[in-house]
């Protein structure tokens, strides 16, 4: 019998590269100007790493947009070929080493819990070069599926052209060691400065949202927990308004909190309406004080 091939979130490169660069904005975000995150993507994916190379073929494949399925097929060739010049036995000790720091850093199960977008064109990906780099047989409906997944994601229409980012991508490239630390540090200092009203409340939906925008049940959970919170906040405060009319829209804020609960998936206005609530909090704290 035909062995089932398992996907293993922690051996794919691609979805490696998508949670260590996560992380790097949620440490911005917890003013962590130290990030680790930041010294392992420059240590396992640079372009002299086996990840690095490895990435780059993931990259390509969800990167490019083909209206040919044929250019399709001949592109997934071409990158299959060019993993196989890679030095497997080096690849698994870099991702052995990588995961071990990531624990050594972080909390293994909050680093990994998030889902991650094109979570299955990233799955296929992996699996199909697992198909190409071990003798086992596996199942071939599952090759098939993994290579139509691909092909479908390469042949999609999109309404943005294609080469905008990878032309901005290229060109930060280009650009010497120097010159780029100085933009990633330019990057921080304008996100300090445009987000330096923010109180902590406010910083950490930023991070949840963030951390978890594709782990529904998380964020879900994480909003409905805030939900209450600011409703026995905001009725803490009702007593200290004089004014009847400002009274009367404090008890409709309140009771139209309850809409921000609405909903397996948290959708941006919601989002965005519990930052103008925790707004809302701040300004009635300031003119009570």
């Given at each position: 019998m035909n062995q089932k091939m398992k996907h293993s979130k922690v051996k794919n490169t691609g979805i490696l590269f998508e949670l260590v660069t996560r992380q790097i904005t949620v440490d911005l975000l917890n003013d962590n100007k130290e990030s680790k995150a930041i010294d392992l993507i420059k240590k396992y994916f640079n372009e002299n790493t086996e990840m690095g190379r490895e990435h780059e073929l993931y990259r390509i494949l969800l990167s490019e947009n083909y209206t040919s399925t044929n250019r399709a097929e001949k592109l997934i060739e071409a990158v299959i070929k060019s993993r196989q010049k890679l030095h497997y036995t080096v690849l698994r000790r870099e991702k052995y080493n990588l995961i071990k720091e990531i624990k050594e850093h972080y909390k293994v199960?909050?680093?990994?819990?998030?889902?991650?977008?094109?979570?299955?064109?990233?799955a296929s990906v992996y699996k199909l070069f697992l198909l190409e780099s071990t003798p086992t047989i596996f199942d071939p409906k599952e090759e098939v599926d993994s290579k139509f997944t691909i092909i479908e994601h390469i042949t999609r229409n999109k309404i943005k052209p294609r080469d905008t980012d990878s032309k901005i991508i290229a060109g930060y490239k280009k650009q010497d060691k120097d010159l780029r630390l100085l933009s990633y540090q330019m990057l921080v200092d304008n996100f300090n400065k445009k987000y330096k009203t923010l109180n902590s409340m406010q910083r950490n939906l930023l991070k949840e949202y963030i951390n978890n925008i594709s782990n529904t049940n998380s964020l879900r959970e994480f909003v409905n927990s805030e939900i209450v919170k600011i409703k026995k906040i905001l009725s803490k405060f009702l007593p200290k308004v004089d004014d009847e009319v400002t009274k009367i829209k404090l008890k409709e804020a309140i009771k139209q909190a309850n809409n921000l609960t609405k909903g397996s998936v948290v959708k941006d206005k919601q989002v965005v309406a519990l930052m103008r609530y925790y707004e809302l909090m701040k300004e009635l704290h300031n003119v009570t004080k």
């Open positions: 199960e909050d680093f990994f819990k998030a889902r991650i977008p094109n979570y299955r064109v990233l």
